[in-house]
């Protein structure tokens, strides 16, 4: 089997070491993954150093059992924002893929192109879409973390009161959750007037 991990090795070792362990030409791998030949060889080669999501998301999908470590190399080499959240979307949508979003959510926060209350702020606006309350659990958490790191304020405050609003309807951990929701007394001043209004209420 192919020992692919991230460590010092490209998209281009990963798909040339998937395409010797399969046997694969360049035509079967097209067919395979619906990526162009052309495409292919010049990713493959390291002339395209860094391709288009979906073309490396076309592989991933063709290979399950590597998905993780192919989208985990790329989020490495991956910089434009637009392009991490669709890396971020798709890993939300699927199940067996759910230990890569706090990876990619981590990415988009540490990313150069972006101000650190700007990043927190777009992730904090996508994780309030996020359908499965333990993955939005698990992104509010980060940002609580991230921004304590980094001194913004406004996104403890904000993260700590989505973090408590998930996990009081844990009935196990009632202590617990008490705790957690006592902690926010000391950041209501960052709060709004709405989220004041929740959590008081």
């Not at 893929?97 to 972006?114: G, Q, Y």
């Amino acid at each position: 089997m192919v020992d692919i991990k991230c460590e010092n090795k490209t998209i281009s070792d990963i798909i040339f070491q998937l395409r010797k362990e399969k046997n694969l030409t360049y035509a079967n791998l097209e067919e395979f993954t619906g990526v162009s030949l052309p495409t292919i060889h010049k990713i493959e080669s390291g002339v395209t150093k860094r391709p288009e999501f979906k073309t490396v998301k076309a592989i991933a999908t063709a290979f399950p059992d590597f998905y993780k470590e192919i989208m985990e190399c790329y989020i490495t080499i991956e910089n434009r924002i637009d392009t991490l959240y669709e890396v971020l979307q798709d890993v939300v949508s699927y199940e067996e893929h759910i230990s890569l979003v706090p990876k990619v959510a981590l990415r988009l926060l540490e990313n150069p192109n972006c101000e650190t209350e700007e990043s927190l702020k777009r992730l904090y606006d996508f994780t309030e879409r996020v359908d499965d309350p333990s993955l939005r659990l698990e992104i509010y958490k980060l940002i609580v973390r991230y921004s304590r790191q980094h001194g913004t304020t406004t996104f403890v405050a904000k993260g700590l009161l989505q973090k408590y609003l998930i996990e009081r309807s844990d009935l196990k951990r009632l202590e617990q959750t008490f705790q957690s929701g006592l902690e926010i007394i000391h950041y209501t001043d960052f709060l709004s007037d709405e989220e004041k209004v929740t959590y008081f209420f």
